[in-house]
């Protein structure tokens, strides 16, 4: 079982909808992030949680609010989204301090589709 | 200055060929410079990492070749198996305790049998 637990794996919902998507590390890391994926661009870093306090929002429109209510929960709540937010989330996690390179362990993703 | 340009986009090699991908980058503040390898339906997973003070690292059949003055680096995979077909990202960060990545485009590699 992979260290980063992603559910759901797939979400199709309506733009008016109100979705969560959820993330679980089991490796005992201090830093959670949400990035995106979208076809032919690079990952797009969404939020840093550390110690569950955010560090990092980078610039991410408001239909996206994040929650973490403890170094293990991640979660992305999702409301009023709009079809070109379609695009593969992914939660990730690190042990803040690792040295020069915090090394990023990946969950599976949420391949979510806004219709 | 942010970027990190990656190329090429996909890449078909011959089982037992070479497997080249290159990454370029602005900012001289970075200094550690990951790849990662991401299959279908998973995750991306670090692959090998260097940083700026070695010209080159290997692990296995996998090197980087790290070229500051020219801000570039690479990703060889030699003699490249069918199950190395997969989506390379290559990335810079800076400094400890930083969480920004900057990752490249992504190139999916398809290795024939």
């Known amino acids: 079982e992979t260290g980063v637990t992603q559910t759901p794996r797939h979400l199709v919902m309506g733009m008016t909808n109100k979705k969560s998507l959820k993330c679980e590390q089991h490796l005992g890391h201090n830093a959670m992030y949400w990035y995106k994926q979208s076809a032919k661009k690079p990952l797009e870093l969404m939020f840093v949680y550390n110690f569950k306090e955010q560090t990092e929002n980078n610039s991410v429109p408001s239909r996206f609010s994040p929650e973490c209510p403890n170094s293990s929960h991640l979660f992305l709540h999702l409301h009023t989204l709009q079809p070109e937010d379609s695009a593969l989330y992914l ?6 301090w690792a040295g020069l390179g915090e090394k990023l362990f990946f969950g599976s993703g949420t391949q979510l589709s806004v219709l | 200055q942010q970027q990190v340009k990656q190329s090429p986009q996909s890449l078909i090699v011959q089982k037992g060929g070479i497997s080249i991908i290159n990454c370029a980058y602005e900012n001289t503040a970075f200094d550690y410079f990951p790849w990662y ?3 279908p339906g998973k995750g991306p997973a670090l692959l090998i990492a260097i940083r700026p003070d070695v010209s080159e690292k290997k692990e296995g059949r996998f090197t980087i070749s790290f070229n500051k003055s020219a801000k570039q680096f690479s990703l060889h995979i030699m003699d490249s198996q069918p199950g190395d077909s997969a989506t390379y990202f290559c ?13 490249g485009t992504g190139t999916r590699l398809k290795v024939l049998a």
């Open chain 2, 91 to 103: 990335a810079a960060s800076r400094g400890q305790g930083t969480y920004k990545y900057i990752f």
């Open chain 2, 37 to 39: 390898q991401q299959f």
């Open chain 1, 91 to 96: 939660c990730a996690s690190s042990q803040e």
